[in-house]
């Protein structure tokens, strides 16, 4: 399976349509609600599809219709429509329904308002048989309002298409601005999800299940929140314009997009951490958090863990949690000497952080803190800057790498680094053989660098500012440290010009990647 960097799926050739031999079965899943004239044109339009129809099923997810829905005249053979659970209702659920229902490779939403070209899902799963982390878009025209709708048996034949009306069929603006200024999503990192639509979107079946399923909980935007976590598992989102669809009218979001936004961004920023500008409170509590600080306990003094954790949630990126790792399953509860206990330091640590929601204890990290974007690791006693996570991450963002080690010490043992994780990149890698060693694969499909941590505001806990002393000393240091960040941004830009240059040169002598140049100060910087 070929590794895609980034977003660019440009390196995936995929075959022309009507020249290639499908393998892998498809479930189109069609969430529907007392909509049984639209439906008959969605089904005549997958009942005429190139794709193969021992391949096919269409798993339709009636959500309470009263009358019930029922499978049309013309439909594909393998149609069924199962009903969402009594007592539950809307969008969420009726996609998860009829995911739960479908048997196929691959998951293909398609909204029950939707007429898809012949060749629809033959160019949705070329893709999956190429890398199966894709999740493929199809190309949606709105017709508009005051055209007829055509019948089924026109759908089926196909003869609509040559409609004006369907040729100067527009598509929705944000979409189309977003694609022109992205190179149609290769440019992107981690904003490709933003497109993801139930109107017409295929993922791998055991991608979806990795993800978590859709929300059920949510009757608007299920599709975007579904997007974000896909994004999390490493997936790479491909927009296909030979993907045609086609939505009769304008939709909610077009007629009002206000009502939409005001509606949705009432819950996605709980949701969604990548959407700052809903998390602008600069103390509130989130569902997902942005960064996740790991922090590891085990042989560290009360002291060290108390500087590293009250350090890591007090800085500026307020929606950041911890997970401190250590024997917190030892902890003896019977009767003992309380200050000459073995683990004593270990049950102070404990005491101090039982009761803040912001802190986890557990024995070892998880593999994954999918839904959460981020991950960083930092040893006990190595203290953060008020504006070190926001630094690292901002260069994350910026040059999009998988990896950021910044290095805290050097010695003749080897050197030790606190790492900031992309969790996309890491979910990735883990899907390609060599995941047990995944800085490699990180490197390739999305950049890695090395840094050094006291550039980014990182020092021993011995010579930290108290985070709970002097308030004016604590907003002195962040202002410190903010200019220094800036100062880094400027010189980080610098060294990886230099890097290019270096990485050209040795490429051309010696046919291999830099290994290493001397950064300011004589700090050694590596890009891989």
């Known amino acids: 399976m070929p590794r895609v960097r980034r977003n660019d799926y440009g390196t995936l050739r995929p075959p022309a349509l009507g020249a290639w031999e499908p393998r892998l079965t498809v479930s189109v899943v069609i969430p529907a609600y007392e909509c049984q004239e639209a439906l008959d044109r969605t089904l005549a339009g997958l009942a005429a599809q190139t794709y193969p129809r021992d391949l096919t099923e269409v798993v339709v997810a009636d959500d309470g219709s009263d009358p019930a829905l029922r499978v049309p005249r013309i439909a594909p053979e393998a149609t069924r429509i199962v009903r969402v659970p009594e007592g539950r209702w809307g969008r969420g659920w009726a996609r998860q329904t009829g995911a739960e229902a479908a048997g196929g490779d691959v998951v293909h939403w ?77 440019d992107e990192v981690a904003g490709a999800y933003r497109l993801h639509s139930g109107a017409t979107t295929s993922v791998t079946a055991w991608l979806l299940k990795a993800a978590g399923g859709v929300n059920t909980s949510l009757n608007m935007a299920e599709d975007t929140d579904l997007g974000y976590r896909l994004a999390q598992q490493g997936a790479v989102f491909i927009p296909d314009p030979e993907a045609r669809a086609w939505h009769l009218g304008t939709s909610t979001v077009m007629r009002r997009e206000a ?191 090395w840094v050094a941590a006291e550039d980014f505001g990182v020092v021993r806990d011995e010579n930290a500012e108290p985070v709970g002393g002097d308030p004016a000393k604590w907003r002195a240091s962040a202002t410190r440290w903010r200019s220094e960040a800036t100062r880094l941004r400027a010189e980080v830009a610098r060294l990886e010009a230099e890097l290019r240059h270096a990485h050209d040169t040795e490429a051309a002598d010696a046919g291999r990647g830099v290994r290493g140049v001397r950064g300011v100060r004589g700090r050694r910087f590596r890009r891989r």
Do not use: K
């Open 110 to 186: 398609v909204d029950s308002d939707m007429i898809l070209a012949r060749d629809h899902i033959e160019a949705h799963l070329r893709w999956h048989h190429l890398a199966s982390y894709a999740v493929v878009h199809g190309r949606v025209g709105f017709v508009a309002d005051d055209v007829p709708p055509p019948a089924p048996e026109a759908v089926f034949a196909g003869t609509y298409e040559d409609a004006a009306a369907f040729e100067e069929a527009r598509p929705h603006g944000w979409t189309a601005e977003v694609l022109g200024t992205t190179r149609e999503l290769r």
């Open 259 to 449: 009502d939409v936004h005001r509606h949705n961004w009432s819950f996605l920023g709980d949701l969604i951490p990548d959407l700052r500008w809903l998390r602008r409170h600069p103390r509130r509590h989130w569902a997902v958090p942005y960064v996740e600080v790991v922090i590891d306990a085990h042989g560290a003094t009360y002291e060290q863990v108390r500087a590293s954790v009250d350090a890591a949630l007090a800085g500026t990126v307020a929606d950041t949690s911890v997970v401190l790792l250590g024997p917190w399953d030892e902890l003896p509860s019977g009767r003992r000497a309380s200050l000459d206990e073995p683990m004593l330091d270990t049950r102070l640590a404990y005491n101090l952080y039982e009761h803040e929601p912001r802190v986890r204890f557990a024995r070892a990290a998880a593999e994954s803190c999918a839904p959460t974007p981020f991950r960083v690791t930092c040893p006990a006693g190595w203290v953060l800057g008020p504006d070190s996570l926001a630094s690292l991450v901002e260069l994350a963002e910026r040059r999009g790498y998988g990896l950021v080690s910044a290095i805290v010490q050097e010695t003749a043992a080897g050197v030790s680094a606190l790492r900031l994780e992309r969790t996309a990149a890491f979910s990735r890698a883990a899907r390609f053989p060599g995941a047990d060693a995944p800085d490699a694969l990180v490197d390739e499909m999305y950049g890695s660098i």
